[in-house]
């Protein structure tokens, strides 16, 4: 089992930076890869960001050149740097781990963007 806990969400006017953290504990050996999902209120969850053990990084359109997503395999965390952030980014942030063939995810964290 993987245990995965996220933090960083929070309110943030438009235009403005967060960056979510996701630790991974447990039977960590293996993973392949870790990303972020998120799900707005009434919408399908949707992939926001992944990056593999290899460092190979893919990004939904449209948080392309605003969204970073970063992981430090020592620490077992990934991290996602927002920014340029806009009110549709509105949502539950979710952090997601792959490992032979199995998804893991955590609580999720809320990021709300108003002004």
């Known amino acids: 089992q993987v245990q995965l806990v996220e933090s960083g969400g929070g309110l943030v006017q438009p235009g403005g930076s967060l960056r979510l953290s996701c630790a991974a504990s447990g039977s960590i050996l293996g993973i392949y890869s870790m990303g972020w999902y998120r799900q707005a209120p009434g919408k399908q969850r949707e992939l926001v960001a992944v990056i593999t053990s290899g460092g190979t990084t893919n990004y939904v359109g449209s948080v392309k050149g605003r969204f970073t997503i970063s992981r430090d395999n020592a620490k077992n965390m990934v991290y996602l740097q927002k920014n340029g952030l806009k009110p549709k980014d509105t949502a539950g942030y979710y952090c997601?781990?792959?490992?032979?063939?199995?998804?893991?995810w955590g609580k999720g964290t809320l990021v709300t963007v108003a002004s």
């Open positions: 997601n781990v792959q490992r032979y063939g199995k998804n893991y």
